[in-house]
């Protein structure tokens, strides 16, 4: 059966399919910001405990969630300790310059070879970079904006500047 209900991560409206029969060990999540996963039954009705751990982590798992999804390595489960890996997981932006990289990585895939620009949702979709809240978001934009990395081209959507391929291709370069 398919039900809108709060994502488990971010709190956000998402589309689940949760077998209310307990035939299947799964409940599974669409959400317009953290992207597509499974929580395990047993996670997911058993653990309230770990439930809310998740959630004071929520930017790190949505960020996660997403990025794997946008790479094209869907169907991520989260159970009772699959979630903890991905804290530690070396995807995992730990400053804010390195959630700026992030947001850039995500114009950059989006725009692809069209170069047609980026809606960053005004900051609505936060996991994106990382973000913990709609305000990191923004302030990120400015940021790379104001750096000359991002070009604004009006109602929140974002082209990546030749300044801003060249400091990812810096950066993909130096951590290789």
Same mark, same amino acid.
């Given at each position: 059966?398919?039900? @809108?209900?709060?994502?488990?991560?971010c709190?956000?409206?998402a589309?689940?399919?949760i077998?209310?029969s307990?035939?299947?060990? +799964?409940?599974?999540?669409?959400?317009?910001?953290?992207?597509?996963?499974?929580?395990?039954?047993?996670? +997911? $009705? #058993?653990?309230?405990?770990? /439930?809310? =751990?998740?959630?004071? $982590?929520?930017?790190?798992?949505?960020?996660?969630?997403?990025?794997?999804?946008?790479?094209?390595?869907?169907?991520?489960?989260? @159970?009772? @300790?699959?979630?903890?890996?991905?804290?530690?997981?070396? !995807?995992?932006?730990k400053? /804010?310059?390195?959630?700026?990289?992030? /947001?850039?990585?995500?114009?950059?895939?989006?725009?692809?070879?069209?170069?047609?620009?980026?809606?960053?949702y005004?900051? =609505?979709?936060?996991?994106?970079?990382?973000?913990?809240? #709609?305000?990191?978001? !923004?302030?990120?934009?400015?940021?790379?904006?104001?750096?000359?990395?991002?070009?604004?081209q009006g109602?929140?959507?974002?082209?990546? @500047?030749?300044?801003g391929?060249?400091?990812?291709?810096?950066?993909?370069t130096?951590?290789?």
């Amino acid at each position: 059966m398919s039900d @809108t209900e709060k994502c488990i991560i971010c709190g956000g409206v998402a589309e689940t399919l949760i077998d209310r029969s307990n035939l299947y060990n +799964y409940c599974f999540y669409n959400c317009p910001n953290c992207g597509d996963f499974y929580v395990s039954q047993k996670f +997911y $009705h #058993k653990e309230p405990q770990a /439930l809310e =751990e998740v959630r004071r $982590h929520a930017a790190v798992i949505s960020g996660y969630i997403r990025e794997m999804n946008e790479m094209g390595h869907h169907g991520k489960c989260l @159970t009772n @300790t699959s979630w903890v890996s991905i804290l530690d997981d070396k !995807l995992v932006p730990k400053t /804010l310059d390195e959630k700026a990289i992030k /947001l850039l990585q995500y114009v950059a895939r989006h725009m692809g070879r069209t170069s047609e620009p980026v809606n960053l949702y005004h900051g =609505e979709r936060p996991a994106i970079c990382y973000g913990s809240s #709609k305000d990191e978001v !923004l302030l990120l934009i400015g940021m790379m904006a104001e750096n000359g990395y991002l070009k604004p081209q009006g109602d929140g959507f974002y082209i990546l @500047t030749e300044k801003g391929r060249e400091f990812l291709e810096n950066k993909e370069t130096a951590a290789m």
